[in-house]
């Protein structure tokens, strides 16, 4: 389990806390781990994210979400991505996981699994109705670009599973 290095300052995370994934509304950018660093220096403050994979339209949004809800609380900002090192699924924290299926979506595996899971047909990812592992690949786009779509043999519910393909 890799940790995220964080160095936030403590009176910004309830502000970064109310800023959502554009991709999952329940779910915030400190819960998606792409929050690396938030300091105050000379009365700015100087964000660093880490996008959760290149390509995905939501992070150029998250830039703009974070300077708005910095700004109505009263901040100027700035905002760094940080490419390396890559974030990983580790980062989103218990309460992130939860969240995403309670939301319906899978929670992404571990890199190598997701390529198994999204290549191979490799039955590992959970359906989000049952938990039941006998699911399905049913298109490499869900409702998003971020997303794949997978059915579960059980039940038969479609869910979406986010993926982590860099
Ligand atoms: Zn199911």
Not at 8 to 23: N, T, Y
Not at 85 to 91: C, H, L, S
Not at 160 to 165: H, V
Request: with cysteine; net charge negative; proline share 5%.
């Amino acid at each position: 389990m890799t940790s995220i290095e964080q160095n936030i300052e403590h009176r910004l995370i309830s502000i970064l806390e109310q800023v959502s994934d554009p991709e999952i509304p329940v779910l915030s950018i400190m819960d998606m781990g792409v929050v690396r660093s938030a300091i105050i220096e000379e009365g700015v403050v100087k964000v660093e994210i880490t996008p959760t994979y290149s390509g995905c339209p939501a992070m150029d949004v998250i830039g703009d979400d974070i300077k708005k809800a910095l700004k109505d609380a009263g901040y100027k900002s700035e905002i760094d991505l940080i490419l390396h090192p890559a974030w990983t699924t580790d980062w989103i924290t218990p309460r992130g996981r939860k969240a995403l299926e309670d939301y319906g979506i899978a929670a992404p595996l571990e890199a190598d699994a997701d390529k198994d899971a999204l290549f191979n047909g490799k039955r590992i990812v959970k359906c989000t109705n049952c938990s039941s592992q006998n699911t399905r690949l049913v298109s490499q786009f869900g409702s998003t670009a971020c997303k794949a779509q997978f059915q579960c043999d059980d039940c038969q519910e479609p869910f979406d599973y986010f993926k982590c393909l860099k």
